[in-house]
């Protein structure tokens, strides 16, 4: 028996479409499928990332008590908890940029880079604003007190807290919206209280930022 070669070609399968494959993956691999990430996938992958360093390296690293101790009795805030939950924040955030609707021209922009500067820089004055009101205020109404005794006790704890954080809540709701708002203030006012009253009130061993530095 003899093979003979057809001269028709075979018949070839056709490739399969790039573009519905990557649609057809989820959400987070199909924007790490794309050659072009968006600005949201770009700032989401990098919130994600640092979450993790934060969680599983930094925190292991750098603190000695897990997230709540008990000591003499009583349940105290563990050095673990408050970077933890920062870090568990971050994480949901960068997936939650991650699942955001991506435009074709929605790339990293002078514009994206902007707004990130602009956080960054509310963030270093917030700072500074928490970290030198406190001591501030004393040497201007509590002539002749040192502020590092006056730290743990009332109005002087929440004073340098209360100022930077405010501030950083009202500068960011204001610079989204581009101009500062009755509901801005309230809510700048309302987290810094909410803060306050979960996690400076119930526990008597904790010294909100930055009185544990001073």
């Keep these: 028996m003899r093979l003979v070669r057809s001269s028709r070609p075979f018949p070839s399968k056709p490739a399969p479409n790039s573009g519905a494959v990557i649609a057809a993956l989820p959400i987070p691999l199909a924007g790490v499928a794309m050659k072009n990430l968006s600005a949201n996938a770009v700032l989401g992958l990098a ?10 390296l930094w925190v292991p690293l750098d603190t000695d008590t897990w997230l709540v101790e008990r000591a003499r009795g009583r349940n105290t805030v563990g050095d673990s ?7 568990v924040f971050i994480l949901v955030a960068g997936l939650m940029l991650l699942r955001e609707e991506r435009l074709k021209d929605e790339r990293p922009s002078l514009e994206n880079l902007t707004f990130i500067g602009a956080m960054c820089l509310f963030g270093i004055i917030a700072l500074v604003a928490m970290r030198w009101a406190g001591p501030l205020a004393v040497s201007l109404f509590a002539q ?29 709701v204001a610079f989204i919206e581009e101009r500062v708002s009755i509901l801005g203030v309230f809510v700048a006012i309302l987290s810094v209280v909410l803060i306050i009253l979960l996690y400076d009130v119930p526990f008597e061993d904790v010294l909100l930022p930055p009185n544990g530095d001073v």
């Design 144 to 172: 002749g007190e040192e502020y590092r005794l006056l730290r743990d006790t009332l109005p002087w704890k929440y004073i340098g807290f209360a100022t930077g954080g405010g501030f950083l809540v009202l500068s960011m």
């Design 81 to 87: 908890l408050a970077p933890t939950l920062a870090g």
């Design 47 to 56: 919130c994600i990332a640092l979450a993790l360093v934060v969680i599983f």
